[in-house]
């Protein structure tokens, strides 16, 4: 299975698996149809519409432009995923495995025109790059990966920072920043990852040494869950 190696902002290589080029085909076949039924629609009442003045072609206009700009306000907006993306159950990432900027959406979809037109060397990029990306990936950072599907149940441990007698036991964790914290959700919820283990000690190791601490738990996995629920109940905590 293809893999992509996310590096984060701390030098942690995480791996998460790659999209296959099928299922990023059918996603583009799906939202293909979407804009292209959508259009159809509205292209059969532009005759009706030019009929009633410009003001009416403009509105048609500006519907046209928002269905063409359909993937990318919907991965703007719904976490990196068109109604194609998750359909087969992929997302697009930044290569630190954060949630891309707008911008960065904004640039793929540009490039994405070069990349149809140019349908060889989009596909010929996202086999043989190292993180399975087109030119848009890998003009704004990106990549494309698969969303799990298992429901992922929250326990009552998760949850230990909303008690009311909850003490932290790394006041240090507040000093991570939201990537590095989104890594550690990810990582420990990422029941499909072969690799977990393995991860979860090398994110174990790295999140001590960045933060200057000494783990006092008998695993990586307990003391990423008790950093977890520190950086929560600081986070949440009201001054």
């Known amino acids: 299975m293809s893999q992509t190696s996310i590096i984060t902002g701390q030098y942690v290589c995480i791996r998460q698996p790659a999209a296959t080029v099928t299922q990023r085909f059918v996603a583009w076949i799906i939202d293909y149809f979407i804009i292209a039924f959508a259009s159809t629609i509205f292209l059969s009442l532009f005759s009706a519409l030019a009929n009633l003045g410009e003001f009416w072609v403009a509105i048609y206009l500006i519907i046209q432009m928002a269905i063409l700009t359909y993937p990318l306000v919907m991965e703007v907006f719904n976490d990196g995923q068109s ?72 326990s009552n ?15 240090e964790a507040s000093n991570l920043s939201v990537k590095q914290f989104e890594l550690i959700a990810n990582t420990l919820y990422d029941m499909n990852n072969k690799m977990r283990d393995i991860d979860l000690r090398m994110l174990g190791t790295k999140v001590q040494q960045v933060l200057g601490i000494n783990a006092r738990e008998n695993t990586a996995e307990a003391f990423l869950h008790t950093i977890f629920n520190d950086f929560q109940y600081y986070a949440t905590k009201v001054v």
Do not use: C, E
């Open 83 to 154: 109604i194609g993306k998750m359909a087969v159950g992929i997302k697009v990432v930044n290569l630190d495995g954060s949630k891309p900027s707008a911008g960065s959406y904004l640039l793929r979809w540009l490039l994405l025109l070069i990349d149809m037109l140019m349908g060889f060397v989009g596909l010929t990029f996202i086999i043989f790059t190292k993180n399975s990306q087109r030119l848009g990936d890998l003009a704004a950072g990106t990549t494309v990966v698969k969303v799990h599907r298992q429901n992922l149940s929250i």
């Open 157 to 171: 441990y998760d949850l230990q920072y909303m008690n009311k007698d909850y003490q932290p036991s790394y006041p």
